[in-house]
């Protein structure tokens, strides 16, 4: 669990976060969304540390990270894994390479039990046989699930991921989506994912703050967002005419206007 | 006002690189690489410049020596003091400021703006200690060999070039570099070239690691480390000329 109390940053006359305070729960998808300039990616390198907020707290699992030195921090970090939009691959690494590089540096253990670890991840995340590939010789959508192997391989217990669909098509959006989620639960860690994305806030948005110029303007969780009467939330959320419509339709299923096992084929006509 | 705010940027960077490795294995195999990029690297330019350098002092010191009682051996002399003392250290590392200076600047301001500086710190590796340090110390184990080959090239190439062109005989020419020589010319070159090696290998990793923004940035970069690399190394030259001749 990964608690904010009051958070404020501010750069120069800008102030970009302001007084943020929210608990991201453990085996959770926490989400992050907003819209571009609403201070998301601030507040997750305030969470892990690139940025040094002005002011409040950020504790993970009772250890206030904000008071710590920076070798208790680099301890700490030894427990967090991140995805990075670009994916942040070493490009001079082989996919393998890249993967063992943590193990290399914070593990004593032999290589072939790095190894076997190695193919374990890469099990995992759906890429055997990849090792020997280069990040620039693999799409988008691989370069992602390598960047989560490489941060799950230390066996994290806070998974951060900034934008992971970004950039990739809808298909391979809801593969990644998928994988952050099945990972979240399988190994019970805090996932904290600061996405755009809507069909990642409705499928894996467990817990969701929506942020609107550096506040937190609205929390909860992807049942609730299509109940929920915030204006900015709903007009960021349904901005087109088919995401309205959705949202119609659900409530007008809450209500039982309209029977869910529907004939879509009537509705239609 | 910029140039306080810059250069203690710069100190706190070189501060920020002694801290205790993380692994001092992983360390030492970077350390091995970045030896491996610079002086392998830059052995080939290197020792091109090198031959030629010698080979056209020998012919303009020839060129200019026209009193016939000035022993031909003379030239062997000047373009073995000048190889030693100005040539091999300084302009080589001018070369070296643009060959080495520009990928260290290139690779760090890419590793920044692709966010693998960021993963690293995330992972809890002390950034400036892994990506700068070891790079830093290649440069001052490798650029002081390089310039010792670089001398031994330049003169090898004055010897060559006097003798296809007939001006003085291998004889003649390895009499002059047996005449007043002074050991202590080469250990000032070596002072100049482990300065300059510091130089070319800092200001670049500086520049690199705290570039902010995209690729135009990364080659913005590039150029002003290169820049101010050579205009140190000058600067440095004149200082360390100025204090140790």
Redesign the interface.
């Known amino acids: 669990m990964i608690e904010v109390k009051n958070i404020k940053k501010a750069f120069g006359d800008k102030t970009v976060i302001n007084d943020v305070s929210t608990v991201f729960k453990t085996g959770m998808c926490n989400l992050i969304i907003g819209t571009s300039g609403s201070g998301k990616t601030v507040m997750m390198k305030c969470l892990?540390?690139?940025f040094e907020p002005d002011s409040g707290e950020i504790i993970y699992d009772g250890m206030n990270f904000s008071e710590m030195n920076e070798e208790h921090?680099?301890?700490?970090?030894?427990s967090?894994?991140?995805l990075?939009?670009?994916s942040?691959?070493?490009?001079s690494m082989t996919v393998e390479q890249n993967i063992l590089?943590?193990l290399?540096?914070?593990t004593k253990n032999t290589s072939a039990e790095k190894l076997k670890r190695v193919n374990e991840v890469l099990d995992r995340v759906n890429l055997q046989g990849a090792n020997n590939k280069f990040p620039g010789e693999i799409s988008g959508g691989m370069k992602k699930r390598v960047g989560i192997a490489r941060a799950i391989v230390l066996n994290p217990k806070y998974l951060?991921c900034d934008e992971p669909n970004s950039g990739l098509d809808p298909q391979t959006s809801l593969l990644i989506d998928k994988l952050i989620k099945e990972i979240t639960t399988e190994y019970n860690i805090t996932t904290v994912i600061n996405t755009h994305d809507m069909n990642s806030v409705m499928e894996i948005g467990d817990h969701i703050m929506y942020m609107y110029q550096g506040i937190k303007e609205w929390e909860g969780s992807n049942k609730e967002i299509i109940f929920s009467k915030n204006k900015l939330l709903n007009d960021f959320i349904f901005a087109s005419e088919f995401l309205r419509d959705a949202k119609d339709m659900r409530m007008l299923e809450a209500e039982g206007k309209i029977d869910n096992n529907r004939n879509m084929d009537e509705l239609l006509k | 006002m910029k140039f306080f705010s810059e250069f203690g940027l710069y100190l706190l960077t070189l501060k920020g690189m002694f801290t205790k490795p993380e692994n001092g294995k992983m360390y030492w195999k970077e350390f091995m690489h970045q030896c491996s990029e610079i002086g392998i690297g830059s052995l080939g330019i290197v020792a091109i410049i090198s031959v030629f350098m010698g080979a056209v002092s020998t012919l303009q010191t020839a060129y200019q020596l026209v009193s016939p009682f000035i022993p031909l051996s003379t030239i062997a002399q000047i373009v073995r003091d000048t190889v030693i003392l100005e040539f091999s250290p300084t302009l080589v590392c001018i070369v070296l400021a643009g060959v080495v200076g520009s990928k260290i600047a290139s690779e760090l301001g890419n590793m920044r703006v692709s966010e693998q500086i960021d993963a690293l710190e995330i992972m809890g590796i002390n950034t400036k200690s892994y990506l700068i340090f070891p790079k830093l110390l290649a440069a001052c184990v490798v650029i002081p060999m390089l310039i010792v080959i670089s001398m031994v090239l330049g003169i090898m190439g004055g010897r060559l070039a006097g003798t296809l062109t007939g001006i003085l005989s291998p004889a003649t020419f390895d009499k002059g570099l047996h005449q007043f020589f002074k050991p202590y010319n080469v250990f000032f070159a070596m002072a100049k070239s482990y300065t300059f090696a510091f130089i070319i290998s800092s200001i670049p990793a500086f520049y690199g690691y705290n570039v902010q923004g995209g690729s135009l940035e990364i080659g913005r970069a590039s150029t002003k480390a290169v820049v101010v690399s050579c205009v140190l190394v000058l600067f440095a030259d004149y200082l360390l000329s100025a204090i140790l001749l």
Do not use: E, H, T
């Not at chain 1, 921090?73 to 030894?78: F, H, S, V």
């Open positions: 892990v540390g690139l921090r680099k301890g700490l970090r030894q967090i894994g991140m990075f939009q670009g942040a691959l070493f490009d590089f943590p290399d540096m914070f951060f």
